[in-house]
C-alpha cells in the first residue's frame, strides 16, 4: 500500500490519497508536500480513519492487528494513527 501526503503539519498528515491498495499490513508513505521546522521531527502519522476512507473498513480491521503488534499504531489524543518513521537510529 502507497500512500501521498500533501498535506502535513507537526508530524500529523492531514491530506493524503491512495496511490497503490496493495498489501495494507506494509504500508508506505510518500510526502508531496511542503514541510517546515518541527512537522517531520518524529515518524508522520495517518490516521485510522483516513485508512478506512482509502481501503474500506474491512480491509483496515484486518491489516490493524499486524500493524499494533509491529508497533507501527500509536494513540495521540484519543485517536489512533498509523506511523511511518522518517528515519531510523543505527547502531
Given at each position: 500500500m502507497r500512500i501521498v501526503a500533501s498535506s502535513?503539519?507537526?508530524q500529523i498528515v492531514y491530506h493524503c490519497s491512495l496511490a497503490n491498495d496493495d498489501n495494507p499490513r506494509?504500508?508506505?508513505l510518500a510526502?508531496?508536500?511542503l514541510l517546515r521546522d518541527g512537522d517531520a521531527d518524529g515518524p508522520l502519522l495517518v490516521t485510522v480513519a483516513d485508512f478506512k476512507r482509502m481501503i474500506g473498513?474491512?480491509?483496515t480491521l484486518s491489516a490493524l492487528p499486524d500493524l499494533r503488534n509491529r508497533g507501527r499504531t500509536?494513540?495521540?489524543d484519543g485517536v489512533e494513527y498509523?506511523?511511518?518513521p522518517v528515519w531510523?537510529?543505527?547502531e
Open positions: 502535513v503539519f507537526e506494509r504500508p508506505t510526502v508531496d508536500a473498513l474491512d480491509r500509536e494513540l495521540r498509523v506511523n511511518f531510523e537510529t543505527l
